[in-house]
């Protein structure tokens, strides 16, 4: 009887986890079909799912008409640059804070997740004025400056709940055991470590990479990374849904496939702490 | 040569004073034992001896040395965690190894170090597993292992066999003591068990809340404890206190073990209704409802005929210990 109902209850959240899934993928894969259509068919009415003549001709126009590779490397750049100079920043922060804890140390936690539940519409002309008279506009150094700035309270509180779990046990075994500090962070911390930085980075880069608003308001044409490259076959030319599809296509396809790969390494690192 | 001395240290956490000034003196190749209730500052004492906490004022002297400020590397001490504290992404081998290869010794003195001492711990078929791959008592002969290599001035362990299950626990217990024998290394041992404390020490050191109530041997504990803590903490089952006026005694308080009290049929110190008795083949566990004293407590050979509801008479058949109203013996 109490078998039953564990069977039945399993069947019921695989079903509902399974609908759940469907329904957060389905625009991914209503995007990735549209890009295949041609423009008719992508805003015919009723709307065809698999039954179409499937084209490349969206891709080819797209190429034609901007620079993906320019916007590509941007993208990477401002992803993969703010992550590392955060990390930079953050891992000795995170050190600090988990091993030689202070009396606020709580709060300045606290504090910095709290910048983050400001709107970025907020600060964005402050920002903006600043960047303009640092004559950065328009520059991938501003963004990855101000990616990472965005994203630091992220990865300093994921290195923070990953340097908690190390037992300070184990770092003190060290320290009986005659390493130096040196020794102590080389040997001991930083391989117990490596894995909750992989997934921060991990995790981070996905961020930056899939960020808009900055990264639309602050670039023009030279520092535009991949979401301008979208957003760019939205408003002006009317709506060319069938273009703009192929255009995000291009854009999430790098992410995905690297989140595909990494997968395993960024659940851990998301319920890292919370499941033992 | 491993001898300790602790100068007047005392520790405060904030403003909190964990260990008040404290003096003790151990003994080359001495096994010192520290007992007490949780809390009392076993681990701080301990951990202030290794180095990994600082003393508050005081001083601590190894070997004729002056270590007060010494980092814990620079004491020569070995440290056997509660948790074990493995190194979990090094092979048994590396974590055996490490001390050694931090001292700077050459690969093939390491191998031997670690091959002789795996042989000791019966470990050498597990050299090349993790330490989530091993049992507790496994992980367990890890850290000693770890700490045998470097042939340490002193071991310190702060309850070593509290995560082990109460058969391999004995079973630890005995290995340790033979290392003990072998090595005639000082050890330095923290426990909140007080059969661990009697079993296994040279000298016991008995902390309440801090301070040390008494230094001595487990026969000195246990036949002339200094204090009603000391009295209460040592022996099991536990002495029984009773009233100084429910026995004609002029004292605050009387101690007798239980051990040192016979159940009788007729006459006796105290009469009461047996509210349980205990057959275990070897003894027999008496606990007898005595009005206007409460429960006293009786171990008596195992042949007796007593039950539940009987009333019987105890009588006192050894010493008797008295205590004042600060509990101290007089
Ligand atoms: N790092 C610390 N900060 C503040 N108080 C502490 C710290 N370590 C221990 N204490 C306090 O010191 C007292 C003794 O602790 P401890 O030495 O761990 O006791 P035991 O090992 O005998 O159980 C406890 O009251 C504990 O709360
Ligand atoms: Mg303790």
Redesign the interface.
Known sequence: MARQQTISNKLVWTVLAWILGATIFFPILWTVLTSFKTEAQAISIPPVMFDFDWTFENYETVQERSNYSRHFWNSVVISVGSTLLGLLIAVPAAWAMAFVPGKRTKDVLMWMLSTKMMPAVGVMIPIYLMVQSAGLLDSKTALVIIMMLVNLPIIIWMLYTYFKEIPGDILEAARMDGASLKNEIIYVLTPMAVPGIASTMLLNVILAWNEAFWTLNLTAAKAAPLTAFIASYSSPEGLFYAKLSAASTMAIAPILIMGWFSQKQLVRGLTFGAVK | MGQITLKDITKSFDDTQVIPPLNLDIKDGEFVVFVGPSGCGKSTLLRLI?G?EDVSSGDIVIDGNDATHA???ERG???V?Q?Y?????MSVRKNIA??LK??GLDKDKIDEKVSGAAEVLNLTDYLERRPGQLSGGQRQRVAIG?AIV?EPAAFLFDEPLSNLDAALRVNMRSEIIDLHHQLKTTMVYVTHDQVEAMTMADKIVVLNAGVIEQVGSPLELYHSPKSRFVAGFIGSPKMNFIPGTANNDAAFEIGVRPEHLLVVTEGGEFRGKVASAEHLGSDTFVRVDVPGVGEVNARVNGDIDVNYGDEVGLQINGPVYRFDEDGLAI
């Not at chain 2, 504290?85 to 992404?89: D, G, I, N, S």
């Open positions: 290794a990994l980092a814990p590397s001490l070995a440290m965690f948790s504290a493995l190194y979990p992404h490490f001390p931090m001292a770890r470097r």
